[in-house]
């Protein structure tokens, strides 16, 4: 049995709460320097003036690698999009650099568009690990221009994909005791088991306060809470980092302890664990806001092909969210719980309601009253005056008219969306 080492570490928060990137180029050491200085000439050689910049992340990065343990993690960010011949060369990389460089386990090519990067909600992994988990090598750093990330729910990546992960292992894992057969089931270990550990981490992330992909922190992190089972992800990390070769043992394991895993996560993401605290929002909460309010408004947009969706997502990206934040013109609230942020609310000009939304799972508790009584009272005490219009989408018009609010007009389409203009008079309790 491979011995489990005590290796990887959390990320570190400022004075703000927000996460701090750990990455340094004086930190990676010879004989990595070599290797990374060799990717990042091959990266320019092939794409040119297509390269917008190229990134390290992971041990290497953070100068913890281990010859003949480690990999190393690039990605590059192009200013068009990636292509089929990109794949060749990706392939041909990789071998050249297992070849050249014998001491490293592997090499990790990604590539991703800068507009992909900038505009598309549903790839927020990608500024979330330029923000925090990555070191640009070479072009113009994207980070600066990037906000905060405070570690809590919002962060989860693989808690949420967990049972459609073990469904695939279920349905794609291959039976049978050929070598090839062998050495596939051991990819497919290793796979759905780091999606296990990390799955138990995130579980604990907000209580911890923290935030980590490494597999040994997360498994410390998952043990210090849920003991009683401490023993089962013990055994998901060392089959992560020792793969078995026959998937028998994996499919019982997976049903008991994967099983229990996925009901604990839908039990703690949808536990009410604290109590709401409503507060002004600052761009710093733009990531959490971004993905709140894509979230909901998905299912809502009239043409998800068109100009207006576009450009709705692209001021949903949290680094333009956090510029309109920013913006002296308007306030906005947020209902915050266990570090998660749960509502919010945005009042332009004090008296036009731009945005309100409380997430699909802590609906009915309460959460969207207490904002709107929260912004109610500042515009009562900033304007004195209470008249408010609002744009209402189809779904919401039963909560605006909780709140005092009429139509005033028959529905339209207005920022990708079907609305209901409504107007709420002064007086109106």
């Known amino acids: 049995m491979t011995h489990i080492l005590p290796l990887g570490d959390v990320l570190a928060l400022d004075a703000e709460g927000t996460l701090i990137n750990p990455c340094r180029r004086d930190l990676i050491a010879p004989p990595w320097s070599a290797a990374v200085e060799a990717i990042v000439e091959a990266y320019c050689a092939h794409f040119g003036t297509r390269l917008h910049s190229v990134y390290l992340r992971g041990s290497v990065a953070k100068g913890g690698a281990i010859e003949g343990v480690a990999d190393i993690d690039s990605f590059a960010v192009l200013h068009s999009e990636p292509g089929d011949s990109d794949e060749a060369w990706v392939a041909a990389l990789q071998a050249r650099m297992s070849k050249e460089f014998s001491f490293h386990t592997g090499l990790e090519v990604s590539l991703v568009s800068h507009r992909t990067v900038r505009e598309d909600p549903k790839a927020k992994v990608w500024p979330f690990l330029i923000k925090t988990q990555s070191l640009c090598l070479w072009g113009e750093d994207l980070a600066p221009s990037l906000p905060g990330y405070r570690p809590g729910p919002a962060l989860a990546a693989h808690a949420h994909q967990l049972q459609a992960d073990l469904q695939a292992f279920q349905a794609e894992c291959p039976e049978g005791d050929t070598a090839e057969m062998a050495q596939d089931i051991r990819e497919w270990c290793q796979w759905i088991m780091k999606r296990v550990v990390r799955s138990g981490f995130e579980l604990t992330m907000a209580r911890e306060r923290t935030y980590t992909r490494d597999l040994y922190p997360c498994y410390t992190a998952f043990a210090c809470h849920y003991p009683e089972r401490a023993p089962q992800m013990r055994q998901a990390l060392q089959w992560a980092i020792a793969p078995a070769d026959t998937k028998q043992p994996l499919e019982q394991f997976l049903e008991d302890f994967g099983g229990w895993l996925v009901s604990e996560v839908a039990a703690v993401f949808r536990r009410p664990e604290g109590p709401c605290h409503i507060r002004p929002g600052t761009p710093l909460d733009a990531p959490q806001v971004s993905t709140l309010v894509c979230s909901l408004t998905d299912a809502m947009l009239v043409d998800p092909q068109s100009e207006e969706t576009q450009a709705f997502y692209a001021c949903m990206q949290p680094h333009s969210f956090a510029l309109t934040m920013a913006k002296p013109d308007r306030f906005f609230l947020v209902a915050e719980r266990d570090e998660r942020v749960v509502g919010m609310i945005m009042v332009k000009d004090l008296s ?78």
Do not use: K, N
Request: glycine share 12%; charged share 15%; hydrophobic share 45%.
């Open 352 to 429: 036009y309601v731009g945005q309100f939304f409380v997430a699909a799972d802590v609906q009915g508790q309460g959460i969207g009253s207490a904002l709107w009584a929260a912004a109610l009272s500042r515009v009562q005490c900033e304007r004195g005056a209470t008249e408010f219009t609002v744009y209402a989408s189809i779904a919401a018009e039963p909560v605006y008219r909780r709140f005092g609010f009429l139509p005033t007009g028959p529905a339209t389409v207005q920022g990708g969306f079907h609305c209901v203009p409504m107007c709420r008079v002064a007086g109106v309790d």
